[in-house]
């Protein structure tokens, strides 16, 4: 593939990434899920898409980015819960070679770094290790369960959807 269409193609992918994402977290924030101490973000499930395409990489950061600016978050959460996002996609896609380990690396991320967040950006009354315990809770929902069953959704029409010569 040519270099131009290359970039055409991470291009698209990574807008529609970013959009999916973004359409996804305002349903959650719609039923009450997206934020607070215990959220099951349905967007958090895209999260496994580095496994596939690079491009899910800055989608999933700029669609969390919009989703945390869109839903009213402080300046830290846009911030935090954004690099959270970000760490999390390109740890996924380091470990790509390894289907079962794609949502590993968003929970991980998001529960070491969102409830520092909810502590300092929000005031959580709750202890740092409780708020890690559900948001960890939240992510394997989300990421764990959702994603896993996207990635293997996803697995058998991997070359269609994704294109896989950009790799």
Known sequence: MKKQKKSV?????GAIIAAMY?????????FGLASGV?????SEALTILPYFTPA???GLFVGCLVSNILAGGVIWDVIFGSLATLIGAVATYWLRRIKGLAP??????NMLIIP????????????????????????????????????????KHRDAIFNNNMQ
């Open 116 to 155: 520092f967040v909810l502590r300092y950006a929000y005031g959580a009354p709750d202890a740092i290790w409780f708020m890690m315990v559900t948001v960890g809770a939240g992510e394997l929902i989300s990421a764990g369960l959702l994603g896993m069953l996207l990635l293997l959704a996803l697995d």
């Open 9 to 13: 193609l991470f291009l698209a992918q």
């Open 22 to 30: 973004v359409a996804l977290t305002l349903v959650s924030n719609a």
């Open 38 to 42: 215990i959220q099951v973000r349905i």
């Open 104 to 109: 590993v690396p968003p929970i991980v991320s």
């Open 56 to 58: 899910a990489i800055p």
